[in-house]
């Protein structure tokens, strides 16, 4: 578990956390979604120790993050994964090398047992036999598996993932953010994701952080997303009509007043298996 209370952050006096706190769970996904410039990766910067909040305390695990000094603090940092912003792997490296960067630094194993490790997280990616490709040989979806792989290869506790879906298209995205979901469950991570995606908040959304502005506008799950009457959520999530009138038929359906259409197959021209063809 990670607990934050209130964090504050300026810059040149113009405060850009004001004052958030949140508590996140192991072994699910938590979110922090908000517009652009709403303070999402100057909260997890300051989560992981890259900033300094000019105020309040980060604890992992029970314990103050922010009261301990650099040695104490390596310990946490041994058990944090981190899947920046455009992967950011290392593009004269093989994937292999990529993956083995966070042992080199931080194990003293043989090259032996840190290429079955790298194969093991490769597998669990599902990039088995890509040892030696480049990252430019790779899709953007291949790219952010790798370092998913490179994350969780020192088997984190802690997961912080920075807008994993950018770039990508709706399904590679979707892709991506399934198996961020089943690792965090599989191993019991304390995931935090920072998103603007609508899809990923509905996909796997177990907590929700909503910035806005540097303050916490809004927080709950993504069953609670729907009954939000948040205002400024609401305009944010449910930006278009068409998502509104959405919002809407969801609420319907999860207080019983219409059936539950969506496991129907009714793709135009698609009859269902059991019907006769
Ligand atoms: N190193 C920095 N120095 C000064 N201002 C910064 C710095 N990093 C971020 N900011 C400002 O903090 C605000 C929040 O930024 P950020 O957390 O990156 O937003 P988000 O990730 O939600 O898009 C923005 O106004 C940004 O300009
Ligand atoms: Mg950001």
Redesign the pocket.
């Known amino acids: 578990m990670i607990e934050f209370k209130n964090i504050r952050k300026s810059?040149?006096g113009r405060t850009?956390i004001d004052n958030a706190s949140a508590e996140m769970k192991a072994g699910q996904c938590n979110l922090i979604i908000?517009?652009?410039?709403?303070?999402?990766?100057?909260?997890m910067k300051c989560m992981v120790g890259l900033f300094e909040p000019d105020q309040g305390e980060i604890l992992y695990s029970g314990q103050n993050f922010t009261a301990m000094n650099n040695k104490e603090r390596t310990v946490i940092r041994k058990e944090i994964g981190m899947l920046f912003q455009g992967s950011a792997l290392f593009d004269s490296m093989s994937v292999q090398r990529n993956i083995m960067f966070p042992l080199n630094m931080f194990t003293d194993w043989s090259y032996k047992k840190k290429t079955d490790r790298v194969n093991e997280v490769l597998e669990r990616v599902n990039l088995k036999d890509t040892n030696k490709k480049f990252p430019s040989e790779l899709s953007g979806g291949m790219k952010k598996r790798v370092g998913i792989a490179r994350a969780i290869v020192l088997n984190p506790k802690y997961l912080f993932c920075d807008e994993p879906n950018s770039g990508l298209d709706p399904i590679t995205s979707l892709l991506i953010d399934k198996l961020i979901k089943e690792i965090t469950v599989e191993y019991n991570i304390t995931t935090v994701v920072?998103t603007h995606d609508m899809n990923s908040v509905m996909e796997i959304g177990n907590y929700i952080l909503y910035?806005h502005k540097g303050k916490k506008e809004w927080e709950g799950s993504n069953k609670e997303i729907i009954f939000s009457k948040n205002h400024l959520l609401n305009e944010f999530i449910f930006a278009s009509d068409f998502l509104k009138d959405a919002k809407e038929m969801r609420m319907l359906e999860e207080t019983g007043k219409i059936p539950n259409l969506r496991n129907a197959d009714d793709r135009i021209g698609h009859s269902s298996p059991s019907e006769p063809s």
């Open positions: 810059f040149d850009v908000g517009a652009s410039g709403s303070g999402k990766t100057v909260l920072n910035m």
